[in-house]
C-alpha cells in the first residue's frame, strides 16, 4: 500500500501592517488572537500566583512593580513599549498584534492576579505551575498562529538576529539572561516555575503551532 505524502507544515510569514488588514479571515485572526493573548497573560498570573517563580520576564516585571509601587501588568506594559522603541533602529514591522499584545497581555495579567488566590500547599503549587506553564505556551501558539505580527520582546529579538546576522536562540538566551539577572537583582520571583517555563515553553508551542496556525492565502506580500 503506497503512502499518502505528507503535506508540507504551514509556515509563519512576516506581513506589513496594511496587508494585515487586508488578509484573508481577518475577523477569525483578531478573534483568536485575543483569544490566545488573554490565556497568555492569565496562565502568567497562574505561574506568578503558584508561588515558585514567574516566566524570565515577569521576573524584572515584578520587581520593578515592587520597587515603583506598580503592578505587574502596568509594568508589562510600559516594558512592551520601551522595547518598541527599539524596533525603530531594527526597522521591525509593527503589527496589529504587536500593539495589542503590549497592551492586552499586562491587562490580562492583573485582572489574573486580582482574581487568582495565593497558594501555600506545595503539592498544588507544583501542579499549578505546571498548568501554567502548558497553558501559556498553547495560548502562545494560539496568538501566533493568527500571523498578526510579533510582541514586542519577540520583534526585539529576531531584530537583533537579523541586524547581526546570529540565529534568534542564542540571541534569545542572551537577553532572557540579562533580563532574568536583573530582574533577580532587583528581588524578582525567580524559582523553579522560571526554569521550568524556560525548558518547556517552546516545546508546547511547537506542539501546538501545527492545530492553530492560519496560513495566509497567496497573493498577500510578505517580507
Known sequence: MSRRP????????NVSLRD?????????R????MVGLTGFGLSLALLLEAGLGGAPWDVL???LAHHLGATVGLMSIAVSFVLLLAWIPLRERVGIGTIANAIWVGLSIDAGLA??????SLPLQIVLMLLAVVLNGISGAVYIGAQLGAGARDGLM??????LERPVGPIRIVLEVIVLVTGWALGGPLGLGTVVYALALGPVIQATMPHVLIPIGEGTSRR
Open 158 to 163: 529576531t531584530g537583533l538576529s537579523r541586524v
Open 20 to 28: 494585515q488588514l487586508r488578509l484573508d479571515r481577518l475577523p477569525r
Open 6 to 13: 505528507r503535506r508540507a507544515p504551514a509556515r509563519l510569514d
Open 30 to 33: 483578531l478573534m483568536q488572537m
Open 61 to 63: 516585571h515584578a520587581a
Open 115 to 120: 482574581l487568582l488566590p495565593s497558594f501555600d
